[in-house]
């Protein structure tokens, strides 16, 4: 991995991945998978490399946000939660796929490219790195399930191969609370990622996923987006945050109630048109974390 980091070759991460962006945004996002064949070819060199993610789980534990831990998806069973632990003590087996969360932390030279990627969206954007060992040559992998999160996924080593199928309605209909299973129908494909491909992966979108290769390893970013409520929501509580009759504690007394009944009069003068509240009041925020209940964003 460089060690320069990757500054210079993430501006304009998002054109040179997806090419016409406004195009990208009017026909996939949110709407259907697409590859984009050899767009990260530019950021390889900028990328963890096998051997580094291997001495990552061999090597003692590093406090990552609130925990030190790797999730871990042997082929049958549940997801394994491990602490971040030396070696054979509690390592993952080379037959398991294994997710590493807050890749940027681990890894500090993929901080830029999150920090593009966070500018270009307008929203934190959460790394991980997926990554199957010696013995994934079986197909070691995901079983279908679909995610509560947009992501690009960057294939750094080895090929990946993905069962997919679009959403469809689902994702402007409904929302998940968090990730959950799914099943393919009539409309399921397959392609297969080698280093360099870039995919966009929409939300609620249902997939599966197999390593081909020995050492297979991928990046993922996580858009954490918000819906429009969530975004009313955060406007309101920025608004009203200095206007001193919504500091009044409650039971409120008879002044109080007049003064509150003044405020909430006015509210509605105070609240955003469309092209304002889609910006937000913090435009930008890079700060927000993914959940940690949400297991990263579980595809690989």
């Known amino acids: 991995m460089a060690t320069t980091g990757a500054g210079g070759d993430a501006d304009g991460l998002l054109e040179r991945w997806v090419g016409d962006v406004d195009r990208f945004f009017e026909i996939d996002w949110r709407r259907r998978f697409r590859v984009f064949p050899r767009a990260g070819m530019g950021l390889l060199a900028a990328m963890p490399s096998v051997?580094?993610?291997?001495?990552?789980?061999?090597?003692?534990?590093?406090?990552?946000?609130?925990?030190?831990?790797?999730?871990?998806?042997?082929?049958?069973?549940?997801?394994?939660?491990?602490?971040?632990?030396?070696?054979?003590?509690?390592?993952?087996?080379?037959?398991?796929?294994?997710?590493?969360?807050?890749?940027?932390?681990?890894?500090?030279?993929l901080e830029p490219i999150r920090r593009a990627l966070a500018a270009r969206f307008g929203a934190p954007v959460h790394l991980q790195l997926f990554f199957a060992g010696a013995g994934a040559g079986a197909g070691v992998g995901l079983r279908p399930h679909r995610d509560i999160h947009d992501s690009?996924?960057?294939?750094?080593?080895?090929?990946?191969?993905?069962?997919?199928?679009?959403?469809?309605?689902?994702?402007?209909?409904?929302?998940?609370?968090?990730?959950t299973g799914g099943s393919f129908g009539a409309g399921a494909r397959e392609v297969v990622l080698s280093p360099g491909d870039v995919l966009y992966k929409p939300s609620h979108g249902v997939h599966a996923t197999a390593s081909l290769d020995p050492g297979c390893l991928s990046l993922t970013a996580s858009i954490v987006t918000r819906t429009a409520g969530e975004a009313l929501l955060a406007w309101v509580s920025a608004v009203t945050e200095v206007e001193p009759a919504w500091r009044i504690q409650l039971p409120a007394t008879a002044d109080d109630r007049r003064r509150l009944a003044a405020a909430l009069a006015a509210l509605p003068g105070l609240l955003p048109d469309v092209a304002a509240l889609v910006a937000g009041p913090d435009e930008g925020d890079e700060g927000d974390e993914v959940d940690e209940g949400d297991d990263g964003d579980r595809a690989p």
Do not use: C, H, M, T
Request: net charge negative; hydrophobic share 45%.
């Open 152 to 179: 690009l996924v960057l294939q750094i080593a080895g090929r990946k191969r993905w069962r997919i199928e679009d959403p469809g309605e689902l994702a402007a209909s409904s929302r998940p609370l968090g990730n």
């Open 51 to 109: 051997a580094e993610v291997r001495a990552a789980l061999d090597g003692p534990a590093i406090e990552v946000d609130r925990a030190s831990r790797f999730l871990s998806f042997p082929g049958d069973g549940d997801v394994i939660v491990r602490s971040w632990v030396a070696g054979a003590l509690g390592g993952p087996a080379d037959d398991e796929a294994i997710n590493l969360p807050a890749a940027d932390a681990r890894f500090p030279a």
